[in-house]
T-cell receptor
Framework: QQQVKQSPQSLIVQKGGISIINCAYENTAFDYFPWYQQFPGKGPALLIAIRPDVSEKKEGRFTISFNKSAKQFSLHIMDSQPGDSATYFC???????????FGKGTHLIIQP | DAGVIQSPRHEVTEMGQEVTLRCKLISGHNSLFWYRQTMMRGLELLIYFNNNVPIDDSGMPEDRFSAKMPNASFSTLKIQPSEPRDSAVYFCASQPKIRATDTQYFGPGTRLTVL
């Protein structure tokens, strides 16, 4: 049972473009939704996170949009740069569980 | 400040051998999580501890896997005997407290290959 579904699996965006990654969750008890960024050979690192009481959170070029009724959230990377090329994971936590439930990841490539 | 430290970074072993992975938490953090990453299954939670006490080990795949936290800053994940399907990258993550919004800080991982 996959509780967090992530799409697309891979994404190629031109430099300066907008990268959009989508996630959907099933467990309505989830109450914390982080996005992690992972470079090859490294561990995942927190990029940005949101609670369901807000619909959007922005930090620099990174924005999370959250739709509680649809049980969906997305990551937008504005003005995408080659250095943003990495694997991105959405995750969720809550409902009495302290561990993170991760999506399968999106391999993002930003072409110069 | 040093981040989460894992050792070894790479481990190659033969089927049937015992494997021990090690993790040192960030100083002052009270919670530790072990995850496994594979291409097929992605990142999966194996077990986590709070204040040295195992809270949830429902993600541990089999009795061959065991984890301990002998003190507040150190944990081990042991596989005995190891099998080829255990090949994966194993991460530990450190968290200040068990609070829903606390950030989990991941280590660099141990890449395990079982031949």
């Amino acid at each position: 049972q996959q509780q967090v579904k992530q799409s697309p699996q891979s994404l190629i965006v031109q430099k300066g473009g907008i990268s959009i990654i989508n996630c959907a969750y099933e467990n309505t008890a989830f109450d914390y939704f982080p996005w992690y960024q992972q470079f090859p050979g490294k561990g995942p690192a927190l990029l940005i996170a949101i609670r369901p009481d807000v619909s959007e959170k922005k930090e620099g070029r990174f924005t999370i949009s959250f739709n509680k009724s649809a049980k969906q959230f997305s990551l937008h990377i504005m003005d995408s740069q080659p250095g943003d090329s990495a694997t991105y994971f959405c995750a969720a936590r809550g409902g009495g569980a302290d561990g993170l439930t991760f999506g399968k990841g999106t391999h993002l490539i930003i072409q110069p | 400040d040093a981040g989460v430290i894992q050792s070894p970074r790479h481990e190659v072993t033969e089927m049937g051998q015992e494997v021990t992975l090690r993790c040192k938490l960030i100083s002052g953090h009270n919670s530790l999580f072990w995850y496994r990453q594979t291409m097929m299954r992605g990142l999966e939670l194996l077990i986590y501890f709070n204040n040295n006490v195992p809270i949830d080990d429902s993600g541990m795949p089999e009795d061959r896997f065991s984890a301990k936290m002998p003190n507040a800053s150190f944990s081990t994940l042991k596989i005995q005997p190891s099998e080829p399907r255990d090949s994966a990258v194993y991460f530990c993550a450190s968290q200040p407290k068990i609070r829903a919004t606390d950030t989990q800080y991941f280590g660099p991982g141990t890449r395990l290959t079982v031949l």
